[in-house]
């Protein structure tokens, strides 16, 4: 089966750069997904892992490692609108999405 | 182009009812797929459909079913409903399965069973 573990909480201050962690235990998957969702909303794709290595959108990177077991969601420039729940997910081999808990994170001003 | 849409946004229904979500996926996307979100649990798969068939399903109960029509267009239906039924049902598209790791959600349906 696949387990991901991500922490509960993180809190930040406006302009800082936060790390969003992504520990997994798995068989074997394609690739890892990030997605954000601010209440009341739909999670909505912000980046993907097939590869180990580091991705970059904008302000948004994120990181694989395989060996590891082991991602992350990098946000730079925080802005308040970026407080929101994070969810790390792996792809199942196309059968199916296994997300993490989810992190919340808040932006102080 | 059109998101996905969910119907209804929100209901409440009563212990021992049955209820039925709708989504319409972005056109064009043949893969529907179907999550629970809870605050203890977060997204739990349900199940996925891809060209009118099942391919896979996540670990609930047979109360929960579902189906696609040809125009892509996807039900889930839950019968005999719990208390522990009351959650967010979230409807994902993407253009085949696993598409890059990108999914495309609803912004679901919210369930309350009373």
């Known amino acids: 089966g696949q387990s991901l573990e991500q922490p509960s909480e993180v809190t930040a201050v406006e302009g800082a750069i936060v790390q969003i962690n992504c520990t997994y235990q798995?068989?074997?998957?394609?690739?890892l997904s990030w997605y954000q969702q601010h209440d009341g909303g739909a999670p909505t794709f912000l980046s993907y892992?097939?590869?180990?290595g580091l991705e970059e959108t904008g302000r948004f990177s994120s990181f694989l490692s395989r060996s590891d077991s082991y991602g992350y969601l990098l946000l730079q420039e925080l802005q308040m609108k970026d407080s929101a729940s994070y969810f790390c997910?792996?792809?199942?081999?196309?059968?199916?999405?296994?997300f993490g808990p989810g992190t919340r994170l808040s932006v102080l001003p | 182009k059109a998101g996905v849409t969910q119907t209804p946004r929100y209901l409440i229904k009563t212990r021992g009812q049955q209820v039925t979500l709708s989504c319409s996926p972005i056109?064009?996307?043949?893969?529907v797929s179907w999550y629970q979100q809870t605050p203890g649990q977060g997204l739990q798969f349900l199940f996925e459909?891809?060209?009118?068939?099942?391919?896979n399903k996540g670990n609930f109960p047979g109360r929960f079913s579902g189906r696609q029509f040809s125009n892509s267009r996807s039900e889930m239906n839950v019968s005999t409903l719990e208390l522990g039924d009351s959650a967010l049902y979230l409807c994902?598209?993407?253009?085949?399965?696993?598409?890059?790791?990108?999914?495309?959600f609803g912004e679901g349906s919210r369930l309350t069973v009373l």
């Open positions: 994902a598209s993407s253009p085949i399965s696993g598409s890059a790791g990108e999914l495309f």
């Open positions: 798995t068989s074997g998957f394609y690739g």
């Open positions: 892992n097939g590869l180990d």
């Open positions: 997910a792996v792809d199942n081999y196309g059968q199916n999405f296994v």
């Open positions: 056109s064009g996307h043949r893969s």
């Open positions: 459909y891809f060209s009118e068939t099942q391919r």
